[in-house]
Every structure is written in C-alpha cells, then in structure tokens.
C-alpha cells in the first residue's frame, strides 16, 4: 500500500507542475486587447513591406528591360572611350514636412481626429502619449507610466495655462492642437 501512496504522490506532484507551467505560460504570453492589436498590426505591415519589396523588385526588372541599352545606341568609335552614364533624376518630396517629434504629432493627431477627451484617473497609451509630450515640453524624464494621475494633471494645467486655454486639466482636440503646434514650433 505504501507503494501506491507513492506512486500518487507522485502522479500529484506531476500534475501540479504541469498545471503550474500551463498556467505559467498562459499568465506570461497573455496580451491586452491593444497590445495585440498593434502585433497584428505590425504583423500586417511586415508583410506588406514583403510584399512591396518583391514589387519593387519586378518593377526594377521591368524598367531595365523597357530601357535602351547604352551600347546599342552609341557608334563602335566612342563605345571603347565612353564610360557607363548613371541618369539620376530629381524628385519632388511627396511627404509632408518632417519635424524632428513627427511620430509625437502623428499620434497627438490621432487624438484630435478621434475626438479624445482624458482627464484625472484615465489610463492607457494616449495618457503615456500626452506623457511624452510633458517631457518635452518642461525638458524632463519624468516615468511614462499612462496613468493621468495628480502629477500628470498638475503639468497639463501649467501648459494649458502657458499657452492661454481654459487650465481645468482636461484633455481634449484644443489642448491637442496646442501641443501639436508647440511640437511643430520646436522644428
């Protein structure tokens, strides 16, 4: 009888780890509902850039193809005398200007066109992203942790304050702006 008690102890005992490992597993890959969206995301994109590279690939293909080849348009006298010309052509830029925090502007911007409204105890990235801004703007490194707490309230009414709106620490599009215009100002 002894035996079987250990051998159950035992089979107990496996069981345990596995359950603990399973549910190990299950706590650490478990992701939030925007963290894997912005995995999907980035998911979707990589593949997408794939799928660019191979057109621009056979596009490369295609114009070489399409264009002359130095030699057949040149006389046998200046074909031993003449090097390879590489034609570079200009173009325009087709992006908007570029500032220096474009990436901060982009997703203040993504809060305007969402019509975004954040105020005391909201939590989240778009709290992390104002965050950022408030470092930038008051030159520190304070700790991002999206969550708009007393301290982070504080700092958005010295900046709502600063630049002439209604200082009640609430977020919204024209807050947004102001700091989408400071950000531009900056280059």
Known sequence: MNMDNLKSALFSILILVALGGIGYWAVTSLQSGPEHLDYQEIK???????????ELKNLNTQLASLQPKVEDTVPEVVKEESKPVVEQTKTEPTTPTKYKNQTLINELQKLVDGNIFIKLKSQGTRVGTVQKFLNLYNKTSNRIDNDYGATTQKLVIAFQKDQG?????ELGPTTFKKMIDWLKKQG
Do not use: R
């Open 44 to 54: 979707e994109l990589k593949k997408e850039n794939e799928e660019l590279k191979k």
């Open 165 to 169: 709106l209604k200082a009640d620490g």
